[in-house]
Structure formats: structure tokens, C-alpha cells
């Protein structure tokens, strides 16, 4: 196995071990899914998206591309493709930087600290510098629209299918059957 195959299985076992939900496109270990949360105390904290990642055959050397499954109003997102413009994975890559570096840093700082002088989605930017809490809110009507866990491929884990059945045939109708409570 060469040093580059060796790097990507030993970064993509560390994202899957920093508790990130990780869904592999194929048997290859070279496009895959993850689950990536809004940063809290930010206008994005409850959001969850599915993120694809792709990483290219000279992964680390190369930069992974990354790109939202479901929708996230930001200026330095493409509304349409999910394309990120983020500096750090496209200019500036280096071997240093890993998958989690990607999820735990990177993406959070993108959120958090958008830059609108470069952006991908001209509408969102230009929303941002023009009427700030418009924009906030136009992100928060993103996140409740598109970036609910079950948008993002999210199966609650709390419940099997069967308690879930169970529970709504105990609201189907109970008063009904009982009938009105003795005086």
C-alpha cells in the first residue's frame, strides 16, 4: 500500500472515531458522506448537512473537495452545487491538515466568520454587507427549510421503527374506546 492510500484509511478512521457519522459512496475510501453540524452559538447551530467529500488520488497532497448536500445559504457556498470556497482547502492545503482538521476547524470557521468580498453565492454576500440581520434570518429560514437532520440522511437513533408504531397506534383513538372519565 502506498504512503498516500495509508494516509487517507488513517484520517478517514480518525473522522469516523471524532464521533462524525461517516457514509461511504463506494467500497473505495476515496468519496463518502459526512455528517457535519451549524457550529453552536451561531446563526447556523441546529443545522445538520450532509457533506461530500472527495478525496483525489494524491490525497494529502492534495486538497479534498468538499461540497453541501442539502442546502446552506452562505456567501462563500454555491447555492446550486454545494461548492465551498474556503482558502485553507483550495489554496492553501497542506499534507499538515487531516479530514477532522476539515470538520472540526475549517468548516466551523467558515460559518462562523464568512467573507462576502469572495463570494460564491453573490446574493447571499451582497444580503450580508447590505441588511445584516435580513441576512441572519434568510439563514435561519435556510437551516429550518433544508438543514434538519432528516434532510441531511439523519435517522433518529432513539427509536426503533416499532416503538414508533406502537406509539402512534396508542394516539390513534384511545379517548374513543375509553370513553369519558366517571364523574
Known sequence: MSSPSKRREM?????????????????????????????????YQGGVWKVR????????YKSPSIGFINKIYHPN????SGSVCLDVINQT???????????????PQLLLYPNPSDPLNGDAAALMMRDRP???QKVKEY??????????????????????????EDDSGDEEILGKPDP
Open 134 to 136: 435580513a441576512y441572519e
Open 143 to 168: 437551516c429550518e427549510k433544508y438543514a434538519k437532520p432528516e434532510d441531511a440522511g439523519v435517522v433518529p437513533e432513539d427509536k426503533s421503527s416499532d416503538e414508533e408504531l406502537s406509539e402512534e
Open 11 to 43: 484520517d478517514l478512521m480518525k473522522l469516523m472515531m471524532s464521533d462524525y457519522k461517516v457514509e461511504m459512496v463506494n467500497d473505495g475510501m476515496q468519496e463518502f458522506f459526512v455528517e457535519f453540524r451549524g457550529p453552536n452559538e451561531s446563526i
Open 93 to 107: 492545503w497542506s499534507p499538515m491538515f487531516d479530514l477532522v482538521n476539515v470538520f472540526e476547524v475549517f468548516l
Open 53 to 60: 467529500v472527495e478525496l483525489p488520488d494524491a490525497y494529502p
Open 77 to 80: 457556498v454555491d447555492e446550486m
